[in-house]
């Protein structure tokens, strides 16, 4: 999986630079999510702008970072969700449990 992650503002941001987050790659972004909270860092944001498809192994993998940022007193948020993947979010109704903006500046602005 193609991730890249950058200090912004007090967040981690991690870009999930691939079409499809599925069972095929979800598990290199669960371990880097891990790896971020066990490091320290408190508040990470996951963008999802070119993440054009997500499954259930994908939506573990953000409801288990999800977890693990709440149990160490700090967040996770998603920006920039595409239609498909955020019409997901919606049918599982997850998008009330997450905190979903439309850019990684809007979540920024969100503290």
Request: without cysteine; hydrophobic residues 40%; proline residues 0%.
């Amino acid at each position: 999986m193609n991730l890249k992650t950058e200090s912004n503002n007090g967040f981690i941001v991690v870009f999930v630079k691939e079409e499809r987050l599925d069972a095929n790659n979800s598990e290199e972004l669960k371990q880097e999510l891990n790896r971020l909270f066990e490091v320290g860092s408190k508040n990470v944001i996951v963008d999802l702008k070119e993440v054009r498809f997500i499954d259930s192994s994908g939506l573990g993998v953000l409801v288990s970072g999800f977890k693990n940022a709440s149990t160490r007193q700090g967040t996770l948020k998603l920006s920039g969700l595409q239609t498909q993947v955020k019409s997901m979010f919606e049918l599982t109704r997850l998008h009330r449990v997450f905190d979903i903006y439309a850019t990684i500046d809007d979540a920024l602005e969100s503290v």
